[in-house]
T-cell receptor
């Protein structure tokens, strides 16, 4: 069965520091992978998506993620954290089973940015 | 253009009552999804509609849950005989077609007392 795992339910960084949020997937079929962000009391917003065109994907707000098949990973990074990046981040995968586009979500990682 | 809308935004109900949640997808989006987000957890897939195809109901947790969608328009998620464990935020998403970006609505926060 397919799965998505986010390592670390809480990550805390200082403003200006590197942000690294980890996501691993398990699947026997090629995945479509997404990172979504959820700000407090708001809906989910797409940060970026991997659909096999390029392994390094750039998204909004300076975020990027690299698909590594050998490591079954899709970690999210940002070189320099900003206070406004504080939010909950979800990694999600679509695995092509049964011809549906349903997404399997990780448990989420709360990013705290300290001044 | 307008995004995905959901109503009501909040619903408080008593255990045993039925509730109906509504989702208006983005116009032209053929795929529609319902997810559930329990406090402090990720999203759980509930049901998927794609055009006039048979829906994928594999995520519905029990037969108390059902959903309908007419064509490519509004969808309703119904929970019968609500239980306290049904308390969660119910999110609707739509996409142009499967595997495209899913656009999420703001959710309906359901509280079962």
């Amino acid at each position: 069965a397919q799965s998505v795992t986010q390592l670390g339910s809480h990550v805390s960084v200082s403003e200006g520091a590197l942000v690294l949020l980890r996501c691993n997937y398990s699947s026997s079929v090629p995945p479509y992978l997404f990172w979504y962000v959820q700000y407090p009391n708001q809906g989910l917003q797409l940060l970026l998506k991997y659909t096999s065109a390029a392994t390094l994907v750039k998204g909004i707000n300076g975020f990027e993620a690299e698909f590594k098949k050998s490591e079954t990973s899709f970690h999210l990074t940002k070189p320099s954290a900003h206070m406004s990046d504080a939010a909950e981040y979800f990694c999600a995968g679509g695995f092509g089973s049964s011809n549906t586009g349903k997404l399997i979500f990780g448990q989420g990682t709360t990013l705290q940015v300290k001044p | 253009g307008a995004g995905v809308s959901q109503s009501p935004s909040n619903k408080v109900t008593e255990k045993g009552k039925d509730v109906e949640l509504r989702c208006d997808p983005i116009s032209g989006h053929t795929a529609l999804y319902w997810y559930r987000q329990r406090l402090g957890q990720g999203l759980e897939f509930l049901i998927y509609f794609q055009g006039n195809s048979a829906p994928d109901k594999s995520g519905l947790p029990s037969d108390r849950f059902s959903a309908e969608r007419t064509g490519e328009s509004v969808s309703t998620l119904t929970i019968q005989r609500t239980q306290q464990e049904d308390s969660a935020v119910y999110l609707c998403a739509s996409s142009y077609r499967q595997y495209n970006e899913q656009f999420f609505g703001p959710g309906t926060r359901l509280t079962v007392l």
